[in-house]
């Protein structure tokens, strides 16, 4: 464009022509937008052509064809551009109804949608403001003749337009969207997104059909940290159509993500507060101990300390002698039958077990005096010794092991001691401890949560704060990946390729790529689609 003139030079009414010429664009755009919903593709291309047409003949009628390619032009239309890129970058885009109305009000929301601010950059007078200044280009690069001297100035002015051509094109034929599919499922069916935004709002049909033969995706491994919580303390009114007068809590947010490095002391910044952690148990069990002389222990709470490995799972099973609700249990999957524990064997029990055996139910009795097993099957009876620390099958079930732990006449002596079964991050459970300066320390254990549930979590008292264990790397995607077939109409495949993030399947002009995925639904996958 031509140099700018000086302050002294500028003039008012020219700037007014500008103006003016800049307005009729963006009302007559209003204008044929408000109807073309009315009309499908090609009544909108009508619509388009007509306005351009327009719009040419009034920037190059005789009162406005000496403004198009002045300065005046040019710092108008740039400026004018500048601010209604700024509306489209401030003001919510192409919404829901819902959002608008929830955000800027009914009559905001009407106002918004009635002069298309509320899809700034598909509305027809933004794009209108662009074909004003490629007349403009197109205007001041007439001027200079088509020379190879000259080809500098024809591209840096004429490239534009080419790439506003692709944009006003892509507008009318191009659309992203998403289909929805499970495992086996097909579908032609593309749900269409508003604009650039999430939102979907429409649909529209392919021409061919899209199958999901196959879905995979692999979480990240878990990344355990302890963190630093901090609950709001202070207090909120309820608005009065919420109920008004109470007291609402903002929810927790969290201030640090540490790493589990043992011994390390942190402190929790603007208190006189520390902490550390311990010790880590990765697979967090309970270790029982019990004197090893129990001779001279009275049986007052005597019991059984069990392992058992089963096909539903590992447990640790306690039966207590002086509890009746506790001293015996039925289980026909895991024991075949009864399990009992007597510290000795009551006469009515010896007297069950005498011949003939009335009886037919299956049952295992243990007494603890005597370390004895006793096995009814089948109206028959055996025994053998209870031998502590080994592995044994039960006759009444051989997919049950059971490993003797104790055997106590007093429950009051045993101890549970916090250890992990292996070094694997199945079950982890942090020992931290927390003081103020200057104080003795406190202990206490936390845990992550499972399964949507929350977790082992510590309050530090006469504080705000508090301290958690989670991972938040595992709840994202590590890998993703479709299996997706192309059907024609006789349902033959055409094309089968894999799909996963940056690399999709190109078919006839359109681009299929992984885009989304639901971990509570491992047969689901979401295939992006693209056409421009």
């Known amino acids: 464009m031509e140099d700018l003139p000086t302050t002294k030079a500028l003039s008012l009414p020219s700037f007014r022509q500008a103006i003016t010429l800049i307005l009729f664009t963006i009302i007559g755009a209003l204008i044929l937008q408000q109807g073309h919903n009315q009309f499908g593709v090609m009544g909108n291309i ?26 005046y032009f040019a ?24 959002v608008f109305e929830q955000r800027y009000g009914e009559s905001g929301s009407a106002f918004l949608r009635a002069f298309q601010l509320h899809d700034v950059f598909h509305s027809w007078w933004y794009v209108g403001l662009f074909v004003l200044l490629a007349f403009s280009l ?38 992203r969207g998403i289909i929805q599919l499970e495992e086996g499922q097909r579908s032609n069916v593309v749900r269409l997104f508003a604009g650039h935004s999430n939102y979907l709002q429409d649909s529209t049909l392919l021409d061919f059909s899209i199958r999901l033969d196959n879905f995979e995706f692999e979480k990240h491994d878990p990344d355990y940290r302890i963190q630093i919580w901090k609950r709001d303390s202070s207090q909120h009114a309820i608005p009065v159509s919420h109920g008004g007068m109470n007291i609402n809590q903002k929810p927790p ?111 295992i009795i243990f007494t603890g005096k005597d370390s004895m097993a006793y096995y009814v099957i089948d109206g028959q009876v055996r025994s053998e010794q209870l031998v502590t620390n080994e592995d044994f099958v039960i006759p009444t079930n051989q997919n049950t092991t059971l490993h003797i732990l104790h055997i106590f006449p007093d429950a009051s002596l045993l101890k549970a001691e916090p250890s992990s079964a292996g070094n694997e991050m199945l079950n982890p459970v942090a020992k931290v401890e927390i003081w103020h300066k200057g104080k003795s320390a406190q202990e206490a254990f936390i845990y992550p949560g499972k399964e949507g549930k929350v977790g082992g979590q510590f309050n530090i008292p006469g504080s705000p704060f508090f301290l958690a264990m989670e991972s938040i790397k595992d709840q994202e995607a590590k890998f993703y990946k479709s299996e997706i077939s192309v059907l024609n109409s006789s349902e033959e495949a055409t094309q089968q390729q894999s799909i996963k993030v940056n690399e999709p399947m190109l078919y006839q002009g359109h681009r299929f790529y992984q885009t989304d995925y ?13 056409y421009n």
């Open 253 to 363: 947010i969290i201030l640090a993500s540490l790493p589990l490095e043992a011994m390390k002391i942190r402190h929790i910044y603007g208190t006189d507060l520390y902490f550390r952690m311990a010790e880590l148990y990765p697979d967090f069990s309970f270790k029982y101990t019990y004197p090893l002389l129990t001779e001279a222990i009275e049986p007052v709470a005597p019991g059984i300390q069990i392992d058992m490995k089963t096909a539903l799972g590992d447990g640790t099973l306690q039966l207590l002698a002086n509890k009746p609700n506790r001293s015996k249990v039925l289980d026909e999957t895991i024991f075949g039958g009864w399990i009992e524990f007597y510290w000795e064997m009551p006469d009515d029990v010896k007297t069950s077990l005498e011949p003939p055996i009335s009886n037919t139910a299956n049952r």
């Open 75 to 98: 710092i108008s239309i740039l400026i004018t551009i500048a601010l209604s890129t700024a509306k489209g970058t401030f003001i919510t885009q192409a919404a829901t109804n819902s």
């Open 138 to 175: 197109i205007k001041i690069s007439a001027r200079k003749k088509f020379t190879l001297p000259n080809l500098g100035f024809h591209l840096a002015h004429l490239s534009p337009i080419l790439i506003l051509g692709g944009f006003w094109a892509d507008y009318f034929f191009g659309y």
């Open 518 to 530: 639901n971990p509570e639904r491992p047969n689901y996958s979401g295939i992006g689609v693209t």
């Open 46 to 71: 009508v619509l388009s052509l007509i306005g351009i047409s327009g719009l040419a003949i009034l920037a190059f009628s005789k009162k406005y064809a000496s403004v198009l390619d002045s300065p």
